[in-house]
């Protein structure tokens, strides 16, 4: 009886709290405290936690001051830095965390005698689930029924060749059924699975280094040993002038605010971050690099069918009997007249009744299978019961038709369906008013021309065929032929308007359907996808690389063609161009997982999901583009990090370094403490808030970047060395001023303070030249104002003593107000200039 009904719901619930969850257990995710005492590890962080110290101890050295505030002081800015990469890398964390759990994949169970989806994670032994092409097997599991059932089992074995299974054969969790359907009682679940006793050596792997991080860090690198030569002679210079403890603390300090060592933690950040805003709009990110490389699509390769089109199949015309019929006026009266076809429609056919979370009967399947079975419920009314399954040779998409063999009182019958052309060629006689006639090519010619019209009108179009047969006959030939029926799949209406966003920003979009190829030219007219011509499969086959690759630069509707077609066109087109490819079918796994972006839609099976770098939630080709406008939103905010963090720190090291070598100071420019706080305002908050930045309003109305095209390329490094001097003028300039007028204690304070509000002039020019308004983006202002507070803070306040400085007078502030429009002003022009004469 269970094999019927399977688990109740009770059962179900009490067998997870006994057996536990359907889970691998996998390295802990770092928790919060894991994360905190990370932020330590970092040898420049050590280093400085290392100077604190030594700086405590030289007190109690022989003729040698106490330094326990600047020890106090240098421990909290450490702390406070601290803080700040535990919240990037908390929120990135929590940010991944919260779409994996999107991701996982759901399994159909039969509990409580009805047919429901739910997590694979809640299954339990006992579980009655159901299985079909694509799926992923949820648990180990015995087969208790099965049609044409083969696995791939390469997860566990190695072998690419797919297994046939019977009744009482084995399955096991994290292989996938490559084509048939099965029903199999769970068995095992979670670590007592095969896949779980060899879970040590298949824990989850670290998430592969983004380009972004690989080409930062590698620029990292550079900087840092630029960098470490100058602190080197930085120290040898000063050793000389300031003493030994202070040169090794003004040169580590110096390292600190220089090299970007967060960055690779900020850019992980800023991907999550989009990643998240991306799931919002339906695409799901599976792997995080595909946030930068969304933005830099060049081609969008799409299905045609529940991405451009609605994927809400209904029937709307058949043809029977050399008649046409409207669906719509066929009734309990009438329908006699296409009976025949209806049954066939019906029986070679997977779609089933079951039930939603609301308990609401819903019919579960292709839709394309699910429109046949819809009118055929609507007017059998049940009436084809009697007739039992036996086998099943099912769809795919190289075949293009399906059978399956039904038993009805003793005998046997094959029910088939198809493209009508393929199941045409299966044909050797025609039924045609009960009677049995020899087809031949002037009918074969007729029933297409009928297609013809049929796909003229954009209808999606199946053709019905079936042979009474013997039990153990399952050869698809020698077939009778039925007849005909015609489907409606609107367009989505967004789709027209995404089309032309696409051609906007520059990028092409190219139709890959198995769908009739006059089907695929009525949709792309529809929705305004310009072709020069359209070229099926068959004439696919027959070009050479470098035909097609020519082809390839009009033809834009590529019809009835195979998985196999998609991936040698990705092969063609990736030598020139970043694709996204969207798929669904167990064999689309290859084309996605080589494609740049491989895009799942959320209909499709959990093998190519699993392959996948994005899911569509909606299955909607506009959820595509919107992908890509945040991607290239996300990549521009990191651009304004990367332009703003090294202006900061090259005016930082720049003044340093030729203050020491040509100033007769007695005093280093700025003291280590101040040089840790500057870092600590700069560097922090309003450079993270960048991240948050909304896209400019004309990101889709430029192509893409170029395919060799680094995220520092000739503008943006000429932009940060010409206002990284610009800013090391103005402050030497502000310096001096006020040096002049006020003492060398105001003009150390003025420099201070000058580092602070100057490199937020940076972000105001950056803000000018996207055209973004300061309002729109709030937790920018917030980062702003809260530093500039902070730094009224230690000017005004007792805070100054710890920081030797003094409180800012009327003039200073009158050259620092000079020095802020100035460097604005210059700003701009700089980037004006720039933008005109430097090529990429």
Same mark, same amino acid.
């Given at each position: 009886?269970?094999?019927?009904?399977?688990?109740?719901?009770?059962?179900?619930? $009490?067998?997870?709290? $006994? &057996?536990? $969850?359907?889970?691998?257990?996998? /390295?802990?995710?770092?928790?919060?405290?894991?994360?905190?005492?990370?932020?330590?590890?970092?040898?420049?962080?050590?280093?400085?936690?290392?100077?604190?110290?030594?700086?405590?101890?030289?007190?109690?050295?022989?003729? /040698?001051?106490?330094?326990?505030?600047?020890?106090?002081?240098?421990?909290?800015?450490? &702390?406070?830095?601290?803080?700040?990469?535990?919240?990037?890398?908390?929120k990135a964390e929590k940010t991944i965390e919260a779409l994996q759990k999107i991701a996982t994949p759901q399994t159909r169970v039969i509990?409580?005698?009805?047919?429901?989806?739910?997590?694979?994670?809640?299954?339990?032994?006992?579980?009655?689930?159901?299985?079909?092409?694509?799926?992923?097997?949820?648990?180990?599991?015995?087969?208790?029924?099965?049609?044409?059932?083969?696995?791939?089992?390469?997860?566990?074995?190695?072998?690419?060749?797919?297994?046939?299974?019977?009744?009482?054969?084995?399955? %096991?969790?994290?292989? %996938?059924?490559?084509?048939?359907?099965?029903?199999?009682?769970?068995?095992?679940?979670?670590?007592?699975?095969?896949?779980?006793?060899?879970?040590?050596?298949?824990?989850?792997?670290?998430?592969?280094?983004?380009?972004?991080?690989?080409?930062?860090?590698?620029?990292?690198?550079?900087?840092? =040993?630029?960098?470490?030569?100058?602190?080197?002679?930085? &120290?040898?210079?000063?050793?000389?002038?300031?003493?030994? =403890?202070?040169?090794?603390?003004?040169?580590?300090?110096?390292? !600190?605010?220089?090299?970007?060592?967060?960055?690779?933690?900020?850019?992980?950040?800023?991907?999550?971050?989009?990643?998240?805003?991306?799931?919002?709009?339906?695409?799901?990110?599976?792997?995080?690099?595909?946030?930068?490389?969304?933005?830099?699509?060049?081609?969008?390769?799409?299905?045609?069918?529940?991405?451009?089109?609605?994927?809400?199949?209904?029937?709307?015309?058949?043809?029977?009997?050399?008649?046409?019929?409207?669906?719509?006026?066929?009734?309990?009266?009438?329908?006699?007249?296409?009976?025949?076809?209806?049954?066939?429609?019906?029986?070679?056919?997977?779609?089933?009744?079951?039930?939603?979370?609301?308990?609401?009967?819903? =019919?579960?399947?292709?839709?394309?299978?699910?429109?046949?079975?819809?009118?055929?419920?609507?007017?059998?009314?049940?009436?084809?019961?009697?007739?039992?399954?036996?086998?099943?040779?099912?769809?795919?998409?190289?075949?293009?038709?399906?059978?399956?063999?039904?038993?009805?009182?003793?005998? =046997?019958f094959m029910f088939s369906k198809g493209a009508p052309e393929i199941l045409l060629e299966k044909c050797d006689k025609i039924y045609k008013?009960?009677?049995?006639?020899?087809?031949?090519?002037?009918?074969?010619?007729?029933?297409?021309?009928?297609?013809?019209?049929?796909?003229?009108?954009?209808?999606?179009?199946?053709?019905?065929?079936?042979?009474?047969?013997?039990?153990?006959?399952?050869?698809?030939?020698?077939?009778?032929?039925?007849?005909?029926?015609?489907?409606?799949?609107?367009?989505?209406?967004?789709?027209?308007?995404?089309?032309?966003?696409?051609?906007?920003?520059?990028?092409?979009?190219?139709?890959?359907?198995?769908?009739?190829?006059?089907?695929?030219?009525?949709?792309?007219?529809?929705?305004?996808?310009?072709?020069?011509?359209?070229?099926?499969?068959?004439?696919?086959?027959?070009?050479?690389?470098?035909?097609?690759?020519?082809?390839?630069?009009?033809?834009?509707?590529?019809?009835?063609?195979?998985?196999?077609?998609?991936?040698?066109?990705?092969?063609?087109?990736?030598?020139?161009?970043?694709?996204?490819?969207?798929?669904?079918?167990?064999?689309?796994?290859?084309?996605?997982?080589?494609?740049?972006?491989?895009?799942?839609?959320?209909?499709?099976?959990?093998?190519?999901?699993?392959?996948?770098?994005?899911?569509?939630?909606?299955?909607?080709?506009?959820?595509?583009?919107?992908?890509?406008?945040?991607?290239?939103?996300?990549?521009?905010?990191?651009?304004? %990090?990367?332009?703003?963090?090294?202006?900061?720190?090259?005016?930082?090291?720049?003044?340093?370094?030729?203050?020491?070598?040509?100033?007769?100071?007695?005093?280093?420019?700025?003291?280590?403490?101040?040089?840790?706080?500057?870092?600590?305002?700069?560097?922090?908050?309003?450079?993270?808030?960048?991240?948050?930045?909304?896209?400019?309003?004309?990101?889709?109305?430029?192509?893409?970047?170029?395919?060799?095209?680094?995220?520092?390329?000739?503008?943006?490094?000429?932009?940060?060395?010409?206002?990284?001097?610009?800013?090391?003028?103005?402050?030497?300039?502000?310096?001096?001023?006020?040096?002049?007028?006020?003492?060398?204690?105001?003009?150390?304070?003025?420099?201070?303070?000058?580092? !602070?509000?100057?490199?937020?002039?940076?972000?105001?020019?950056?803000?000018?030249?996207?055209?973004?308004?300061?309002?729109?983006?709030?937790?920018?202002?917030?980062?702003?104002?809260?530093?500039?507070?902070? /730094?009224?803070?230690?000017?005004?306040?007792?805070?100054?003593?710890?920081?030797?400085?003094?409180?800012?007078?009327?003039?200073?502030?009158?050259?620092?107000?000079?020095?802020?429009?100035?460097?604005?002003?210059?700003?701009?022009?700089?980037?004006?200039?720039?933008?005109?004469?430097?090529?990429?």
């Amino acid at each position: 009886m269970q094999e019927k009904r399977g688990l109740t719901s009770l059962e179900a619930k $009490k067998r997870v709290f $006994k &057996f536990g $969850k359907n889970e691998l257990k996998k /390295q802990r995710r770092a928790n919060g405290l894991k994360i905190f005492v990370s932020q330590f590890t970092s040898p420049l962080i050590l280093l400085l936690v290392f100077v604190a110290i030594i700086s405590w101890a030289i007190g109690f050295l022989p003729n /040698q001051d106490s330094n326990v505030i600047d020890t106090v002081l240098i421990l909290i800015i450490v &702390f406070a830095s601290a803080l700040s990469g535990f919240f990037q890398d908390y929120k990135a964390e929590k940010t991944i965390e919260a779409l994996q759990k999107i991701a996982t994949p759901q399994t159909r169970v039969i509990r409580d005698g009805r047919e429901i989806k739910i997590s694979i994670t809640n299954i339990v032994p006992g579980d009655l689930v159901l299985l079909e092409e694509g799926d992923i097997i949820p648990a180990d599991a015995k087969i208790i029924e099965a049609f044409s059932l083969e696995i791939d089992e390469s997860t566990l074995t190695g072998e690419s060749k797919a297994v046939n299974k019977k009744i009482n054969d084995e399955l %096991f969790k994290g292989t %996938f059924v490559n084509s048939g359907n099965a029903k199999a009682l769970v068995t095992k679940i979670g670590m007592k699975t095969e896949i779980g006793n060899i879970a040590g050596k298949l824990q989850e792997m670290k998430e592969e280094k983004t380009p972004f991080e690989i080409e930062i860090k590698t620029f990292s690198k550079k900087i840092f =040993y630029v960098t470490l030569g100058i602190v080197v002679l930085l &120290f040898l210079v000063s050793i000389f002038k300031y003493g030994l =403890y202070e040169s090794i603390l003004i040169s580590i300090s110096l390292a !600190v605010a220089a090299i970007p060592e967060g960055l690779p933690a900020v850019l992980v950040l800023v991907l999550a971050i989009g990643a998240k805003v991306m799931a919002g709009k339906n695409a799901l990110v599976r792997k995080l690099n595909v946030v930068e490389s969304s933005g830099a699509v060049d081609v969008v390769c799409t299905d045609k069918t529940g991405t451009l089109t609605k994927n809400e199949m209904s029937i709307t015309d058949l043809f029977f009997n050399n008649k046409f019929f409207s669906a719509s006026e066929l009734n309990e009266k009438n329908f006699n007249e296409v009976k025949e076809l209806l049954v066939c429609g019906s029986l070679c056919n997977n779609a089933k009744t079951g039930y939603n979370d609301k308990n609401k009967q819903i =019919y579960l399947g292709d839709q394309t299978e699910i429109a046949l079975k819809k009118l055929a419920d609507k007017l059998l009314k049940n009436k084809i019961k009697e007739y039992k399954k036996i086998e099943e040779i099912s769809f795919t998409s190289d075949r293009k038709m399906m059978s399956i063999v039904y038993k009805n009182k003793e005998k =046997y019958f094959m029910f088939s369906k198809g493209a009508p052309e393929i199941l045409l060629e299966k044909c050797d006689k025609i039924y045609k008013n009960g009677k049995f006639i020899k087809i031949n090519n002037k009918i074969k010619e007729e029933i297409l021309e009928r297609n013809r019209q049929f796909a003229s009108k954009a209808l999606r179009i199946l053709g019905f065929a079936f042979k009474q047969t013997s039990s153990k006959n399952t050869s698809e030939e020698n077939l009778v032929w039925l007849g005909l029926q015609a489907m409606i799949d609107p367009p989505k209406k967004e789709v027209k308007e995404a089309l032309k966003n696409c051609k906007t920003a520059g990028i092409r979009v190219i139709m890959m359907t198995g769908d009739n190829p006059l089907t695929a030219k009525a949709i792309a007219d529809k929705i305004g996808l310009k072709s020069k011509g359209v070229m099926i499969g068959r004439e696919l086959d027959k070009l050479k690389n470098k035909e097609l690759e020519e082809k390839l630069k009009t033809i834009n509707i590529f019809a009835r063609v195979s998985p196999f077609h998609k991936l040698r066109i990705l092969e063609i087109l990736k030598k020139d161009y970043r694709i996204a490819m969207t798929g669904d079918g167990v064999n689309d796994a290859l084309a996605l997982k080589k494609a740049d972006v491989g895009i799942a839609v959320g209909r499709g099976t959990e093998v190519a999901k699993q392959a996948s770098d994005i899911i569509l939630l909606d299955n909607n080709f506009a959820s595509i583009v919107s992908a890509v406008k945040e991607g290239r939103r996300a990549f521009d905010n990191i651009r304004k %990090f990367i332009n703003y963090l090294f202006v900061c720190n090259l005016a930082e090291v720049g003044v340093l370094f030729l203050a020491t070598l040509f100033l007769t100071l007695k005093e280093p420019i700025l003291l280590p403490i101040q040089i840790l706080w500057i870092n600590l305002l700069t560097d922090g908050f309003p450079a993270l808030a960048l991240g948050a930045d909304p896209a400019r309003s004309d990101i889709m109305n430029k192509p893409p970047r170029k395919k060799k095209e680094p995220i520092i390329n000739k503008k943006l490094a000429w932009l940060i060395g010409a206002i990284g001097i610009k800013k090391m003028i103005l402050l030497f300039a502000t310096f001096f001023i006020v040096l002049f007028v006020s003492g060398i204690e105001q003009a150390r304070t003025a420099l201070f303070t000058g580092f !602070v509000l100057y490199e937020f002039v940076r972000i105001g020019s950056i803000r000018y030249q996207d055209k973004l308004s300061w309002f729109s983006n709030k937790w920018l202002l917030v980062a702003l104002i809260g530093s500039v507070l902070l /730094q009224l803070l230690v000017v005004y306040t007792p805070l100054s003593k710890f920081f030797h400085i003094a409180p800012l007078g009327i003039f200073a502030w009158f050259i620092l107000i000079i020095g802020i429009v100035i460097g604005y002003i210059l700003a701009i022009l700089i980037t004006k200039v720039v933008m005109k004469y430097v090529e990429e």
